[in-house]
């Protein structure tokens, strides 16, 4: 799944699902963290799920039944892609998005 900074990569072999793509990167609350993760892609086969993207995103499932990883709470990151298979990929819900305000005091 793609990110907010970048879009997922494609599978790299019939049997890997691709990687999430990368989030976007804030220092607001004094150091750097990324938010808005895509998800990983799933996989019907033992190859191998996709990586969740840096922000959150949450890993693919892997094999059958696999189950994926949800997005993380708090940073709007994508859930991974289930794998294939009938009822037995079981998909998660995405991470919960939060909201940040930036102003100038003056």
Do not use: L, W
């Not at 799920?49 to 994926?68: D, E, F």
């Not at 892609?81 to 005091?105: D, E, L, P, Q, T």
């Amino acid at each position: 799944g793609g990110g907010a900074t970048a879009t997922g990569s494609p599978a790299p072999a019939p049997t890997v699902g691709g990687a999430g793509g990368a989030g976007a990167t804030t220092s607001i609350s004094g150091s750097a963290t990324a938010f808005s993760g895509g998800g990983g892609g799933g996989s019907d086969n033992e190859g191998g799920p996709g990586q969740g993207g840096v922000g959150g995103g949450g890993n693919g499932a892997a094999g059958y039944p696999g189950a994926a990883t949800a997005g993380t709470a708090n940073t709007g990151g994508g859930a991974g892609g289930a794998s294939g298979g009938g009822a037995g990929g079981i998909a998660k819900n995405g991470g919960s998005g939060i909201v940040m305000i930036r102003y100038k005091f003056q």
